[in-house]
């Protein structure tokens, strides 16, 4: 008899001690887009546009690639003749790889406007 008391008493002291309310209201998460919090700031765009201008000594394709090697663009460059294009890369890549005739260059994007120029093999 003591011992199914003294069980009971456990059992109901181990429940009614883990039935505390949070002390912290947690954030409601926004059911609306209008509900939305949003910095002034933040910037909403995944990708980077950037000219890319390139000339070569020789003729042959070259690819535009992230460090992955997925291509973005390739083109036909011919000598003295500057190639320009659009690039657009997604907004978390800081370089490209360029292959071109067997040589393989890594250029950073910085600012907009990028130009490499190719030597002779």
């Known amino acids: 008899m003591k011992k199914s008391i003294l069980l009971s008493l456990v059992a109901l002291v181990a429940v009614l001690s883990s039935c505390k309310k949070d002390r912290f209201d947690e954030p409601k998460a926004p059911e609306k887009m209008e509900e939305l919090s949003v910095p002034a700031n ?3 765009k995944t990708t980077k ?14 690819e535009v690639a992230n460090t992955k090697s997925i291509a973005y663009q390739k083109a036909f460059l011919t000598p003295g003749q ?12 800081t ?10 260059v890594t250029l950073q994007l910085s600012g907009s ?3 490499y120029q190719f030597g002779s093999k």
């Open 42 to 44: 933040f910037d909403w």
């Open 49 to 62: 546009d950037f000219s890319l201008t390139l000339t070569s000594a020789s003729n042959g394709i070259v």
């Open 82 to 93: 500057s190639y320009t294009m659009k690039l657009t890369v997604p907004s978390y890549e």
């Open 95 to 104: 370089t490209i790889v360029l292959n071109h005739s067997g040589q393989t």
């Open 113 to 115: 406007s990028l130009s």
